[in-house]
């Protein structure tokens, strides 16, 4: 986590800014705390977007479609503001390091944890799917680590299956590089099965510490994904089944998200938690993390910066 800049606004709606968690393609996220104590991650877009009404109506869409979104390993929509001067979007918040910081920080997962990451997951696709939504954007930054299982978070370009308007009008990309299903890359008209694929990149990924389909530019990633086999080293047995299966380039030859939680836990994700589901280094960090959370304190308690955010919230 960054501090906030000088000029980074310190509150948005009923929630102090404690610091900055990152930033990306629609705008950036902060780690929030309301007045009663809860620590939340607060999406703001950028300014620029907040500008484009046709956008605004979709964030509009997506947080409405995002709030009915409520399995077990996602992380809840708890507040928003489409309507604010810059709109943005409040979830629940859990301590633990994404999936890509993870791995580069310590090296593959044991494969005991990728298959419960790979269990969470799916049950959290299924869920979501269930509702005809699309998260669009499975990737290994999406994905948290925390004690009490994997979290599936970012719901920010998921849309209705029935057809809104894309985002790809106003400059956004839809998805990442190396993690995109073929058919999302070709603009052949994305379904769950493009969720399904990009959870295999990303348990590929976590079992070897590479993405399957390695490039150094964009173009190149792009190029493996539709064209060529993904590499997945030493992953072997069960696990390689299940993610080749996930891989492959026919969206409908793909299994759906509840056989692959089958698959990887017949009895459960939440079973596997419970019993312990991460490496004892990373239990410890996240265990740092909590504390550290518990100790930051607000940088103030009045909005700064250049633009106010002084529309009431949703909900």
Request: aromatic fraction near 6%; include cysteine.
């Amino acid at each position: 986590m960054q501090p906030l800049g000088v000029d980074e606004p310190t509150a948005v709606g009923p929630y102090r800014l404690l610091g900055r968690l990152g930033s990306g393609g629609m705008g950036r996220v902060y780690l929030g705390r309301s007045a009663g104590g809860r620590t939340v991650a607060v999406k703001i877009v950028h300014p620029h977007f907040a500008l484009d009404e046709e956008f605004r109506a979709r964030f509009r869409r997506e947080v409405d479609a995002a709030r009915r979104v409520g399995g077990a390993w996602t992380a809840p929509v708890l507040d928003a503001d489409p309507e604010a001067a810059v709109p943005w979007v409040a979830t629940g918040y859990a301590a633990g390091p994404s999936l890509a910081s993870a791995v580069t920080d310590g090296g593959p997962l044991p494969e005991h944890s990728v298959r419960v990451l790979g269990a969470g997951l799916a049950e959290a696709l299924a869920a979501v799917h269930e509702l005809g939504l699309v998260h669009r954007d499975v990737k290994p930054s999406n994905v948290l680590l925390t004690v009490d299982g994997p979290l599936l978070i970012d719901f920010g370009i998921a849309r209705a299956t029935d057809g809104t308007a894309s985002l790809t009008s106003t400059g956004v990309s839809i998805g990442s590089p190396g993690y995109m299903a073929p058919e999302q890359i070709l603009s052949k008209g994305v379904s769950a099965a493009a969720d399904v694929f990009s959870l295999g990149a990303v348990l590929a990924y976590a079992a070897t510490g590479t993405p399957p389909f390695p490039g150094d530019s964009s173009a190149s990633l792009l190029y493996k994904v539709v064209h060529e086999e993904p590499e997945l080293g030493p992953l072997s047995g069960e696990l390689r089944e299940v993610v080749e299966a996930c891989l492959v380039k026919w969206a409908q030859e793909r299994p759906a998200p509840v056989e692959v939680a089958r698959r990887l836990a017949p009895q459960g994700a939440a079973r596997l938690v419970a019993a312990g589901w991460l490496p004892g280094t990373l239990v410890e960090q996240v265990g740092r993390s909590a504390v550290e959370l518990l100790n930051l304190e607000a940088v103030g308690e009045q909005p700064s910066g250049p633009v106010g955010f002084s529309s009431p919230s949703v909900g």
